[in-house]
């Protein structure tokens, strides 16, 4: 999957890249162009836009709208709809979205030596940390201390995308006992019919059409919870 982050979802983009998608943040406002670099890159466009997002429906140009206000529900979002992996892959640079390589020591050395601005880059022995350097924006990478936040946010959603599996299951088994209840209340009419309880069938009527419309919502929340997978 390649993604197109619109300017209300900025955040998103840094964490997509570090999951290894090809991420690009789009810095224009108007729909128009948008929709054409979405559909010129096959891109999903993400956004918090409705209308927008009828629009790329309409023209069918893949997009998904975003509803979560803060960033681990954005990424819990796209990541059970879409099936988006949160998991760390070093493939892309997440200032730039250009493909980032792994330095050996040597090249370490080399940069250090070329005083090239990247004297804070620690030694990496004696922990033998790795490192990794940007193709394009020539930014360079390790594990550092703000690695403990990002790996606490990889729990998170990895533990939300669980507990999205056993709603899942919740549901299936909620819609498998709605529809058996609908075929009893059926059955229920029937007999009120034959003997003659008018207003007793017309009850149970209203029963069925309620369960009806409960099953149609279950069905539909599984529909959502399911949704790309």
């Known amino acids: 999957m390649r993604f197109l982050v619109d300017r209300m979802l900025g955040r998103m983009r840094s964490w997509l890249r570090l999951f290894g998608y090809d991420t690009r943040y789009a810095t224009e ?29 309409k023209r069918g140009v893949k ?17 059970i709809s879409l099936g988006v992996d949160p998991s760390i892959k070093f493939l892309r640079c997440t200032l730039c979205n250009e493909p980032i390589k792994r330095l050996n020591k040597d090249d370490l050395k080399k940069l250090k030596l070329k005083g090239e601005g ?8 004696p922990d033998d940390r790795e490192f990794w350097r ?28 669980m507990e999205a599996e056993r ?10 006992h709605s529809e058996g209840h609908e ?29 009806e419309e409960t ?3 279950l069905r539909s929340a599984l529909k959502r919870l399911k949704m790309g997978k």
């Open 183 to 211: 075929e009893s209340y059926r059955k229920a009419v029937l007999e009120a019919e034959e003997l003659g309880l008018l207003d007793l069938r017309k009850d149970l009527e209203h029963a069925v059409d309620a369960m």
């Open 167 to 176: 709603l899942e299951k919740k549901l299936e088994h909620w819609i498998e």
């Open 215 to 217: 099953t149609g919502w």
């Open 118 to 125: 990247y004297d804070y880059i620690p030694d990496s022995p």
């Open 134 to 161: 940007c193709t394009g924006c020539g930014q360079v990478f390790w594990e550092g201390g703000h690695w403990s936040n990002i790996e606490k946010m990889i729990k998170l959603l990895r533990r939300r995308y």
């Open 63 to 79: 997009a998904m709208r975003i509803t979560s206000m803060d960033t681990p529900g954005q990424l819990t979002e796209v990541m």
């Open 29 to 57: 406002m108007d729909d128009g162009p948008l929709l054409m670099q979405a559909q010129d890159e096959d891109r999903i466009l993400l956004s918090r836009d409705k209308e927008l997002i009828e629009r790329c429906e």
